[in-house]
């Protein structure tokens, strides 16, 4: 069993940074692939970034590509979510996920065998 806890989470202006964590416990971290997924209100989830075991794979949704950066310290058993120059159409709640059935997983959300509660993510001027 993993547990994973999503910090970082806030209200902002267009334009500005966040930086969500996600810690990780009950596994060694370096064998879980890890994701972070966004649901708006009213919206299915989605996709948003993954990356691999060794970090050295990534991927994003093409909405946040060049502004969101996703990287893990596995020393610190933790998954980061850079986010810069949001837009309101950011704003949704951020689930980290994890999954430990291969390095890499990436978009398939059927793929990620835990998933954190959740941190509230709100871009308005």
């Known amino acids: 069993q993993v547990h994973l806890v999503e910090s970082g989470g806030g209200l902002v202006q267009p334009g500005d940074s966040l930086r969500l964590s996600c810690a990780a416990s009950?596994?060694?971290?370096?064998?879980?692939?890890m994701g972070w997924f966004r649901q708006a209100l009213g919206k299915e989830r989605e996709f948003v970034a993954a990356?691999?075991?060794?970090?050295?794979?990534?991927d994003y949704v093409d909405s946040v590509k060049g502004r969101f950066t996703i990287s893990r310290d596995n020393a610190e058993n933790t998954v980061y979510l850079q986010m810069n120059s949001l837009k309101p159409e950011d704003t949704a709640v951020y689930h980290c996920?994890?999954?430990?059935?291969?390095?890499?997983?990436?978009?398939?959300?059927?793929?990620?065998?835990?998933w954190g509660q959740g941190t509230q993510v709100t871009v308005s001027s």
């Open positions: 996920a994890a999954g430990g059935s291969a390095f890499y997983i990436g978009q398939r959300e059927a793929g990620y065998d835990y």
């Open positions: 009950g596994r060694t971290f370096s064998s879980l692939a």
């Open positions: 990356i691999s075991w060794s970090g050295r794979i990534t």
